[in-house]
T-cell receptor, first 109, second 115 residues
Framework: GQNIDQPTEMTATEGAIVQINCTYQ??????LFWYQQHAGEAPTFLSY??LDGLEEKGRFSSFLSRSKGYSYLLLKELQMKDSASYLC??????????WGAGTKLIIKP | ETGVTQTPRHLVMGMTNKKSLKCEQH?????MYWYKQSAKKPLELMFV???????ENNSVPSRFSPECPNSSHLFLHLHTLQPEDSALYLC??????????????FGPGTRLTVL
């Protein structure tokens, strides 16, 4: 079966750095997405990786290793507004998105 | 604002009621999706419409009935629901074609409570 694993919840301090991991086992791979979802709001796109390596976008970076079935989202200089759930999703061989359950990130002052 | 709107934002209904959820996208996309989001569970894809034709129906109970009259509008008709159907229902849209990889844009969701 297809499976996406990510931690259920993480806590970090304002100003610090946090890394949210995602491992996947899917039938084929056509890219990996990270979405951010604030409570009661729509998920919004953060990043897309299809090649190995690090993609940097401001305070957020996303890394992919296809051989290890592994990705992480790195958030730097954390702000209180970064408190949200972070969803990992993989596009399989049928171009269907397989979603993880999300990681709830709690930022403390 | 993502360009995808959903109404209503909140809905409380009894098990014998009939109601409909509405989704509208203003992005010119040709694919629309219904997802169910329950607490601490992955997003569950329910239905996919591509160019108004249903292309996915992931074993969803018949008490959920989708309708896509055109590429911009998507409905989810609900009848005789169960309490376990209480969840956040999300609509999304994307531009599909030729196996291109495209980002999905989500609406804010309808928080459904079935009593």
């Amino acid at each position: 079966g297809q499976n996406i694993d990510q931690p259920t919840e993480m806590t970090a301090t304002e100003g610090a750095i946090v890394q949210i991991n995602c491992t996947y086992q899917t039938s084929g791979f056509n890219g990996l997405f990270w979405y951010q979802q604030h409570a009661g709001e729509a998920p919004t796109f953060l990043s897309y990786n299809v090649l190995d390596g690090l993609e940097e976008k401001g305070r957020f970076s996303s890394f992919l290793s296809r051989s290890k079935g592994y990705s992480y989202l790195l958030l730097k200089e954390l702000q209180m507004k970064d408190s949200a759930s972070y969803l990992c999703a993989v596009l399989d061989s049928n171009y269907q998105l397989i979603w993880g359950a999300g990681t709830k990130l709690i930022i403390k002052p | 604002e993502t360009g995808v709107t959903q109404t209503p934002r909140h809905l409380v209904m009894g098990m014998t009621n009939k109601k409909s959820l509405k989704c509208e996208q203003h992005l010119g996309h040709n694919a629309m999706y219904w997802y169910k989001q329950s607490a601490k569970k992955p997003l569950e894809l329910m239905f996919v419409y591509n160019f108004k034709e249903q292309t996915e129906n992931n074993s969803v109970p018949s008490r959920f009935s989708p309708e896509c009259p055109n590429s911009s509008h998507l409905f989810l008709h609900l009848h005789t629901l169960q309490p376990e159907d209480s969840a956040l229902y999300l609509c999304a849209s994307s531009q599909e074609g030729g196996g291109r990889v495209n980002e999905q844009f989500f609406g804010p969701g309808t928080r459904l409570t079935v009593l």
